[in-house]
């Protein structure tokens, strides 16, 4: 069963930097792809980055490619998500994500999500 808690938002200035984390409880965490996600209310999820479970294969959103970096430690059983040159457009709330089927680029096809934490950057 995979639980995922996320920690690590806050308020930061723009330009600055924020590490986002999340760990699962459960027993599977090592052999599952992971992911995050953004949402601003009123707007569908979008998706930000995705790790595979070895972690050598990595996947950027669009608007966070070159600033953003996702990683995980198979042995904290935790996923990152490293947020540099924050803008007040990256203000949402960050979720994390586990177990994908198909189409990764899909939130529908994501099996269990955490519960989410907000980022705000201000200008």
């Known amino acids: 069963q995979v639980q995922l808690v996320e920690s690590g938002g806050g308020l930061v200035q723009a330009g600055g930097s924020l590490r986002l984390s999340c760990a699962d409880s459960?027993?599977?965490?090592?052999?599952?792809?992971m992911g995050w996600w953004r949402q601003v209310p009123g707007k569908e999820r979008e998706f930000v980055a995705s790790?595979?479970?070895?972690?050598?294969?990595?996947f950027y959103g669009d608007s966070v490619k070159g600033r953003f970096t996702i990683s995980r430690d198979n042995a904290k059983n935790t996923v990152y998500l490293q947020m540099n040159s924050l803008q007040p457009e990256d203000t949402a709330v960050y979720y994390c994500?586990?177990?994908?089927?198909?189409?990764?680029?899909?939130?529908?096809?994501?099996?269990?999500w955490g519960q989410g934490t907000q980022v705000t950057v201000s200008s």
């Open positions: 994500a586990a177990d994908p089927d198909g189409n990764w680029r899909d939130p529908a096809d994501w099996n269990s």
């Open positions: 459960g027993r599977a965490f090592s052999t599952l792809p």
């Open positions: 790790v595979s479970w070895t972690g050598s294969v990595t």
